[in-house]
């Protein structure tokens, strides 16, 4: 079975190098729609693949983090660089450019992260982030899949280190951690435990 949930930003940005010049030399900005597709053969013990509020934590916060934001593609001149970091409280340094192409392949990178070092407490079995899906505009999106993680983040030398988020953005999660525990071989989300009422898994 294969459940969605979907979140929203509005983020800015230049996208340099693409064949538009009005996207290529000039700040612009689009409100985006994210799309997390997960995949189980098994329901947990309320029958579900993974309860959505689950993901209103942790991914919400590292999603929520582009809204208002500017995404700053760490191969901009320095003094553009400063410029942007120095008069904006609110932006995010990216070692890719960012497109909904890679917009999609890097949240994949993070939340498949935020996965693995989740301890599910209610009977949850074989998660699989299936997709995630950005949509740039009403007709047009970029899907990014395990093979996409592999082919065009690790085997394109992209690292979910190289991505900063700004002190103003870090200070709105709900975990003022959050970003350290993603990236630490140690870290660990433990989700809640249930007391079971009624199923039939006691």
Known sequence: MIIRKQFQ??????????SSDRCKKSIHSHTYKVEIKVKSQYLDNAGMVLD?????GHI?????????????????????????????????EMPCSPTAEQYAVMFYAIINE???????????????????TVHETETGYAE???EDYINLW?????????????????????????????????GIFYNPEVELLYSERK
Request: net charge neutral; with cysteine.
């Open 60 to 92: 919400k916060d590292i999603i929520s983090s582009f809204d208002n934001a500017y995404s700053l593609w760490t191969k901009e001149k320095n003094d553009y660089k400063q410029l942007v970091t120095i008069n904006n409280d609110r932006w995010i």
């Open 154 to 186: 690790l085997d394109g030398g992209y690292d979910i280190r190289n991505i900063i988020f700004s002190p103003a953005i870090k200070k709105k999660w709900t975990d003022p951690d959050l970003w350290d525990k993603i990236l630490s071989v140690e």
């Open 9 to 18: 930003f509005n983020g800015m940005h230049i996208v340099r190098d693409c």
């Open 114 to 132: 935020i996965f693995n070092k989740t301890k599910f407490n209610n009977g949850e079995r074989d998660l699989e982030l299936l997709s995630v």
């Open 144 to 146: 990014a899949t395990y």
């Open 52 to 56: 959505f509020g689950l993901m209103k």
